[in-house]
């Protein structure tokens, strides 16, 4: 990427719509519409919105929101147990700040903060590891989260860890895997979608090949895009194209950064620290086989699950919230009795209004706060 307003280009992207109208016309005069194309990652439904790139689509093209935001999808339970880590008195606990106010059964991370709490934000999980080693008298403990995107950084925090020989250092490891997440969606009865637009981040990481599964056995097309307007757009029209063509293949727009293997040192860093648990809870989806990592026995010694006793509860998100089903993609945000009332980023019900990546905080910053009729054709909105 030279210059980013190569990727912001509104007469290339009219180009782009009036191909992606061409296929939605084509695939909807064949079966009733709209095509569902869902996009993954919570970095592209802000990207989408940020541009204005659903409004500029055609009457026969939707796309729907996917559980792509690794603090959205962090059920309940899983907060009460970091915030139990916090009741032991050597224990600091560290985490990124998209999660402190992500609301737990009783608190968030930031209201444990102004109880008393040692709970402190970091940027990496280095930052937390510097903290231990300032620190020996204490237990340090990173909440580590995250899809593939941010596991390779916990792992080689781990092993620097070991490589210096700090013992007072330890993960609550939450880190969890997309593809068993896509798998999980596309047995969902209640939710219909022809195909995918796939995360960018955590194929740089994972690369091309793992999202095979989804096209041979589920028979979905699947498109890795970049994150400017651009690239969605174009990654879409290739979904679109191997509908229209009868294919189901994986195909990567992002070439400029994904290959078809990943990031092998990233890779061999998650090899050797992480397996892969026998299942990990969602919020939305439930318990989903294979779907999280958890601490390799090896390095057992750096689990703050085997250091400490959690609660280990599974606890129901807020009635009013619905989180859940926005995170399977069978609701929008504004289908939320709560959404923009009683649920606002000052005051979230849910995490789905908190994180950066959330679709919530994407309707409710870009204000599309209910369904509106699609607009005519218009230029591409510039930053």
């Known amino acids: 990427m030279k210059y980013v307003q190569e990727f912001r280009d509104p007469q290339k992207a009219q180009g782009l719509l009036a191909a992606i109208r061409a296929l939605g016309d084509q695939l909807t005069a064949e079966r009733p519409g709209p095509i569902k194309v869902m996009e993954v990652c919570g970095g592209h439904t802000h990207a989408i919105f940020k541009y204005g790139l659903e409004a500029l689509l055609p009457p026969t093209v939707e796309l729907v929101h996917g559980p792509g935001c690794p603090v959205c999808i962090m059920p309940r339970g899983r907060l009460d147990d970091a915030i139990a880590l916090t009741q032991y008195p050597s224990v600091i606990l560290t985490t990124f700040g998209d999660v402190m106010r992500v609301p737990g059964s009783r608190q968030s991370l930031l209201q444990a903060k102004a109880a008393g709490a ?3 934000l970091v940027y990496s999980p280095l930052d937390a590891l510097e903290i231990a080693a300032a620190h020996p008298d204490r237990q340090v403990v990173f909440f580590a989260i995250g899809f593939e995107t941010t596991a ?15 013992e007072n250092f330890s993960l609550f490891c939450n880190h969890v895997l997309v593809v068993p997440a896509l798998e999980a969606l596309l047995s969902h009865p209640n939710l219909q979608l022809d195909g995918f637009i796939g995360p960018g981040h955590v194929s740089v990481v994972i690369g091309a090949r793992p999202y095979q599964v989804i096209a041979e056995r589920y ?17 879409l029209g290739m979904v679109l194209r191997q509908l229209a063509e009868g294919r189901c293949q994986v195909e990567n727009q992002y070439t400029r950064l ?6 092998p040192v990233a890779l061999a860093a998650m090899a050797r620290v992480f397996v892969v648990r026998d299942q990990f809870e969602w919020r939305g989806l439930g318990d989903i086989p294979a779907s999280g990592l958890r601490m390799h026995p090896a390095y057992a010694r750096f689990d703050a699950e085997a250091k400490f006793t959690l609660p280990h509860g599974q606890v129901a998100d807020h009635r009013a919230c619905a989180c859940g089903e926005i995170l399977q993609g069978v609701k929008k945000p504004w289908d939320c009795k709560v959404f923009g009332t009683a649920c606002t980023p000052e005051h979230p019900l849910g ?6 990546e959330g679709a919530c905080a994407a309707y409710y910053k870009y204000g599309h706060g209910r369904p509106h009729p699609a607009p005519p054709p218009r230029r591409l909105a510039q930053v």
């Open 118 to 120: 040692d709970i402190r």
């Open 351 to 356: 995490a789905c209004m908190v994180s950066s």
């Open 219 to 235: 028979h979905k097309p699947v498109t890795i895009s970049g994150f400017e307007p651009l690239d969605i757009l174009q990654s």
């Open 258 to 263: 994904v290959q078809a293997t990943g990031n």
């Open 152 to 166: 390779p950084s916990t792992a080689l925090t781990v092993l620097q860890a070991e490589r210096q020989g700090i």
